[in-house]
C-alpha cells in the first residue's frame, strides 16, 4: 500500500514537473518570437508609411517570413500617457516629434537607465544636437527627421514683380499687395485647422518678436493650463493680454489683421481647411502659402513644382532666427538589441532612405539627400539657432486644449 501510494505520488509529480516545463518552454518561445512593437504618435499617415518602410528594413526574422516590427499607432486626440494607458499593446519603440508629450516619456525613461552613448549624434549639425535629450551623459532621444513651417511662392508671379529678392518679411508682403490684382488670394494658409493656425501663428510671431518673445508666450500659456484655465473663454481672456501693444504676440496679429483688412488673406481664411488650400494652389489661385514640408509633399509635382520654398522671412536679416521646424525622434521604450541595431541603423546608415520615404529632412549633415527641398531644410536648421518644436506640440498635450486656443485665437483675429 506504501509503495502504490509512493509511486502514485513520484508519478504525479513527475506529470506536474513534465507539464511545468512545456509551459516554461513554450512562455520562452513565446517570448523569443514575440515581435517588438513600434509606435507612433502624433505622425502623419504619410511619414508613419515612410518610416515603416525603413523600419521593416533594419532586422530580419529568423523565419525571414515575416516583418520585424508590429505598427501601432497611438490615438493622438489625448495625451501620450492616456494614450499608452488606453492600448492593448505597449510600445517598445516610440517615434513622435519632440514636444511636451516626448519630454513626459523621456523623464519615465531617464529613470529606466535607457539611452545610446553620444556618439550616436555625430554627424547631426549644432543645432540639432542642442535640441536633442541628454541626460547622465546617455542619449535619451535619438533624432531622425526633421520637418518645417516653411512658405512656398508661387515662382511665375514671383518674376513678374519687381521684387529681386524675398530676404524679409517686408519682401513678402510686398509681393502679396503686388500680385493682389492676378489672384484671388495673394497669401493663404489652412487657417480652419487647428494646429495650422497656431503653428502658422506662432511661426510669423517668431520672424516678427523673436524666440524670446514666443518662449514667454509659451510659458505663460503652459502655466495657464496648469492652473487649471484651458477653457475657449480663458485663452480668449490670456490672449487678449498677449495680442495687446507691448504683448508677445502683438506684431503678428497686427500683420494677420491688416492682411485681412487690405484683402491680402482671404476673408474665409479661418474657416479653411489643407483640401482648400490645396485647390487654391492647383487653380493658381494664390501667390504665398504658408504650410509644412510634410503637407508639400502631398501635392502633385506639377502643382509644386509651379512653387519654390523659403523659410519664413524675419523682420530684418541682423537678428538670430530659431526656425519652427519639429524633430521627429525615436524613443527605445525597453532595453532590446533588435531596437537599438535599428535605432543606429535608422540615424545613421539609413538617413537617405529615411528622407526618400517621407521627403522630410535628414538630421545627418553629410548623407544624401533625394531633392533640394529636403536639403534646403536641413541647410537651413544647421545655419540657424536652435530649431524651435511646433507650438501646438510644445505647449499643448492634448486635442481639446489645441482645439480651445485656436477658437481662441481665432475670435482674437476676426475682432
Known amino acids: 500500500m506504501s509503495k502504490s501510494f509512493s509511486l502514485k505520488k513520484i508519478v504525479i509529480i513527475t506529470s506536474i514537473a513534465i507539464i511545468a516545463l512545456i509551459f516554461l518552454l513554450l512562455l520562452i518561445l513565446s517570448i523569443a518570437s514575440k515581435k517588438p512593437i513600434a509606435a507612433f504618435y502624433g505622425i502623419s499617415e504619410a511619414n508613419i508609411k515612410g518610416i515603416t518602410k525603413v523600419l521593416q528594413t533594419t532586422h530580419t526574422r529568423k523565419n525571414k517570413k515575416s516583418a520585424p516590427y508590429e505598427i501601432l499607432v497611438l490615438d493622438d486626440t489625448t495625451s501620450l500617457g492616456n494614450a499608452i494607458k488606453r492600448s492593448k499593446k505597449k510600445p517598445d519603440l516610440l517615434f513622435i516629434y519632440n514636444g511636451a508629450n516626448a519630454e513626459s516619456v523621456i523623464n519615465q525613461n531617464v529613470k529606466k537607465k535607457l539611452g545610446f552613448e553620444p556618439s550616436i549624434i555625430e554627424g547631426m549639425p549644432t543645432s540639432i544636437r542642442q535640441i536633442t535629450p541628454i541626460f547622465n551623459k546617455k542619449v535619451i532621444g535619438v533624432p531622425l527627421l526633421i520637418d518645417n513651417y516653411e512658405v512656398d511662392v508661387n515662382v511665375a508671379k514671383f518674376t513678374a514683380s519687381s521684387i529681386e529678392n524675398i530676404n524679409v518679411l517686408s519682401d513678402l508682403e510686398n509681393l502679396a499687395k503686388l500680385s493682389k490684382s492676378s489672384t484671388m488670394a495673394p497669401v493663404i494658409f489652412a487657417g480652419g485647422d487647428d494646429i495650422t ?19 514667454s508666450a509659451k510659458l505663460r500659456i503652459k502655466q495657464s493650463i496648469k492652473s487649471g484655465k484651458s477653457s475657449q473663454s480663458a485663452f480668449y481672456e490670456l490672449l487678449k493680454d498677449l495680442c495687446a501693444p507691448e504683448g508677445e504676440f502683438y506684431e503678428v496679429t497686427m500683420l494677420l489683421k491688416n492682411w485681412m483688412t487690405y484683402g491680402i488673406v482671404p476673408k474665409n481664411l479661418y474657416h479653411m481647411n489643407f483640401t482648400d488650400v490645396r485647390s487654391f494652389l492647383t487653380s493658381n489661385l494664390s501667390t504665398i502659402c504658408f504650410m509644412t514640408l510634410s503637407e508639400h509633399r502631398l501635392f502633385q509635382r506639377n502643382v509644386i513644382s509651379k512653387f519654390s520654398s523659403i523659410y519664413v522671412p524675419g523682420k530684418d536679416m541682423n537678428n538670430e532666427r530659431n526656425f519652427q521646424a519639429p524633430v521627429i525622434l525615436t524613443i527605445p521604450m525597453k532595453k532590446n538589441k533588435v531596437i537599438n541595431k535599428s535605432i543606429e541603423l535608422l540615424t545613421n546608415d539609413l538617413q537617405t532612405q529615411l528622407s526618400s520615404a517621407t521627403g522630410l529632412a535628414p ?53
Open 363 to 415: 538630421v545627418q549633415a553629410n548623407c544624401g539627400i533625394p531633392d533640394h527641398q529636403a536639403d534646403d531644410v536641413r541647410y537651413w536648421i544647421a545655419a540657424s539657432g536652435k530649431p524651435l518644436p511646433a507650438f501646438s506640440d510644445a505647449v499643448f498635450t492634448n486635442k481639446p486644449n489645441k482645439t480651445s486656443f485656436a477658437q481662441a485665437l481665432r475670435s482674437i483675429l476676426q475682432s
Open 197 to 215: 493656425l497656431i503653428n502658422t501663428f506662432a511661426a510669423l510671431a517668431e520672424a516678427l518678436s523673436g524666440k524670446d518673445a514666443v518662449e
